[in-house]
């Protein structure tokens, strides 16, 4: 995913120029508008994780707790399912660990634009950093415009994120309360379907091909393991198999 080329245009106040006259204020709205695509594909997400935390046996305060400091949807849905089956600790934080194993690869393409800024703002935005802020923060940065105030793009998306999640997570567990047995109506079937409309567009190239193919593949294939240990091999397995793509490319060149 970590290949961008999307064309956007950069907000900025209306008396200023495109480029290093955007204002703070004007990336930070900029960002969380261009995220707005994005965040009404991720409001079913919130939703169904609350309904679904509830159903799973979470406390109110647990499943807004997860949301409020964990942050993370995918690894989120991962964790409630590994909770409801009784799986031991230990294993859901290995699992959740491998999920994100992505995050290394956003942190690659984005750590040459952030290695300049404080500490602090490196902080609160690898906690933001989630698929939806990387997509239109990664093609931000890349573009050639030499603003001073990137960061404040990025904030912009990873608080219009956060907001929206967490508000979605409550939404769901008052709806869990009252819609009986919303967990087996097949809605976190949803988030599957996302994931792949993110992934799609980045089928660029054979590496990005093979990790795909064969990641799924082995998720077929290792799917009735238990602990979800079909999922850890499929993630690195199907990493691997990029990297070796990737490589023997660039050998034959």
């Known amino acids: 995913m970590e290949k961008i080329s ?24 900029a960002g969380a508008r261009d995220t707005l695509p994005l965040i009404i594909g991720a409001i079913p997400f919130g939703i169904i994780f609350g309904t679904l935390a509830g159903g799973a046996g979470l406390s109110a305060a647990a499943t807004m707790g ?25 294993m859901i934080v290995l699992t959740t660990l491998v999920v994100n194993f992505r995050h290394l690869l956003y942190t690659a393409t984005l750590l040459p634009h ?60 008052l ?22 409309g993110m992934v799609i567009p980045y089928l660029t190239d054979k590496p990005a091909y093979a990790t ?15 602990y979800q240990l079909g999922l850890i091999i499929a993630a690195l397995v199907g990493m691997a198999a990029g990297v070796i793509v990737e490589r023997r490319l660039r050998a034959g060149h």
């Open 212 to 226: 795909v193919l064969v990641s799924g593949a082995c998720a077929v294939t290792f799917h009735g393991l238990p």
């Open 175 to 196: 709806a869990g309360r009252v819609l009986q047995h919303i967990g087996g109506w097949g809605l976190d079937f949803a988030m599957v379907a996302a994931f792949i």
């Open 6 to 29: 999307q064309q956007r245009p950069v907000a900025c106040a209306p008396d200023r120029p495109p480029g290093a006259g955007a204002t703070r204020n004007a990336e930070f709205w």
């Open 66 to 90: 997860m949301s409020l400091f964990v942050f993370a949807g995918s690894a989120q849905f991962i964790a409630v399912g590994l909770v409801g089956a009784g799986t031991a600790w230990p």
């Open 114 to 173: 952030l290695r300049r800024l404080p500490r602090r703002w490196q902080v609160v935005l690898a906690f933001g950093l989630t698929d939806e802020t990387f997509v239109v923060a990664a093609g931000h940065w890349a573009d050639a415009d030499p603003g001073e105030h990137k960061q404040w793009y990025q904030l912009g998306s990873m608080a219009f994120m956060y907001t929206n999640w967490n508000l979605c997570t409550l939404v769901g567990l």
